[in-house]
């Protein structure tokens, strides 16, 4: 079983930045490539980005390229989100996730645990 608690969430100004952080108990994380989802409004539950249990690869969507960047520390199970250059686009509920698989497309069927989720607000 694993657990994943969001945090850094709240409200920004369009260009601004935040740092979501990912905390995940369990003692198997490096079994895990981890990744974040987002879900707008009366949006389905989209994929960001996403890295392996590693940190040598990470893919993102490309909506987020060149803004956002994942990262973990194994040695403290945690993950994280770096968002910068952010557009009201960007407002959402952003979930963390975990994967035993890094390969192939990430959606949210396909997750093996999900956090509660953190809300991003960005203001124009």
């Known amino acids: 079983q694993v657990q994943l608690v969001e945090s850094g969430g709240g409200l920004v100004q369009a260009g601004g930045s935040l740092r979501l952080s990912c905390a995940a108990s369990?003692?198997?994380?490096?079994?895990?490539?981890m990744g974040w989802f987002r879900q707008a409004p009366g949006k389905e539950r989209e994929f960001v980005a996403a890295i392996t249990w590693s940190g040598s690869s990470t893919k993102y969507t490309d909506s987020v390229k060149g803004r956002f960047t994942i990262s973990r520390d194994n040695a403290n199970n945690m993950v994280y989100l770096q968002m910068n250059s952010l557009k009201p686009e960007d407002t959402a509920v952003y979930y963390c996730a975990a994967n035993s698989i890094f390969s192939g497309d990430w959606y949210a069927g396909g997750m093996d645990y999900w956090g509660k989720g953190t809300l991003v607000t960005v203001s124009s």
């Open positions: 369990t003692r198997t994380f490096r079994n895990y490539a």
